[in-house]
Nanobody, 127 residues
């Protein structure tokens, strides 16, 4: 399985970006998919995740109401729509896939459990 993350860039505070994570080699329709981010000098942080069924999404508190995670099974792609961006959202963003069944929040929010990772896409938010 290969994951290709894209969509990062430079944006002013208050702006929007949409990150994409395209998968090849296996369908995302049965995968728990997550987004994590890592700012310089900081540990990797959970941002958002969606269960394999697509029925439930989870977000870290700092992005709730601003970020939306969705899955397009037909395109085998997961999207992270990021609105009202803040300078503290600046980081490298990574997508990941976990094909274990019946994943719950504690598993989806833990980067150690993911099977496959994308290469990361840089997001820079200027003030």
């Amino acid at each position: 399985v290969q994951l290709q993350a894209s969509g990062g860039g430079l944006v002013q505070a208050g702006g929007s970006l949409r990150l994409s994570c395209g998968a090849s080699g296996r369908t995302v329709s049965t995968a728990g998919m997550g987004w994590f981010r890592q700012a310089p000098g900081k540990e990797r942080e959970f941002v958002a995740a969606i269960r394999g069924s697509g029925s439930t999404t989870y977000y870290v508190g700092s992005v709730k109401g601003r970020f939306t995670l969705s899955k397009d099974n037909a395109k085998n792609t997961v999207y992270l729509q990021m609105n009202s961006l803040k300078p503290e959202d600046t980081a490298a963003y990574y997508c990941a896939a976990d094909y274990a069944p019946y994943l719950i929040y504690s598993e989806l929010s833990n980067f150690n459990g993911y099977d496959y990772w994308g290469q990361g896409t840089e997001v820079t938010v200027s003030s």
